[in-house]
């Protein structure tokens, strides 16, 4: 079974950039048929879609965020990485790694734990 463990500081200062990336095992980041995503929830809110990058390394992303967001990958590590920019507190939240099944209509078939993210000075 496919396992993501995201990783990265859990407290970035405001005007600075958020950076996390996401390990997978037990399944490769080029397979095809998966895109791989980020998903976050705020305090108190529902989960929110950022973006993704697919097996073959195309990108797309929410377009709320799409002017500060910034997912790459490492296929060597079978990583992928989130970076977001200019981070205010509204940005603090949970933030998840996701494994997409594009073949089952974008299903969300694999979940990192998620990690903890303070945006503060």
């Known amino acids: 079974q496919v396992q993501l463990q995201e990783s990265g500081p859990g407290l970035v200062k405001p005007s600075q950039t958020l950076s996390l990336t996401c390990t997978v095992s037990s399944g490769s980041i080029t397979t095809s048929g998966y895109d791989w995503s980020w998903i976050r929830q705020p305090p108190g809110k529902g989960l929110e879609w950022m973006g993704a990058?697919?097996?073959?390394?195309?990108?797309n992303y929410s377009p709320s965020l799409k002017s500060r967001t910034s997912i790459s990958r490492d296929t060597s590590k079978n990583q992928f990485t989130l970076q977001l920019s200019s981070v205010t507190p509204e940005d603090t939240a949970v933030y998840y790694c996701?494994?997409?099944?594009?073949?089952?209509?974008?299903?969300?078939?694999?979940w990192g734990q998620g990690t903890q993210v303070t945006v503060s000075s």
């Open positions: 990058i697919t097996y073959r390394g195309s990108t």
């Open positions: 996701v494994r997409v099944d594009s073949g089952s209509y974008y299903e969300y078939d694999a």
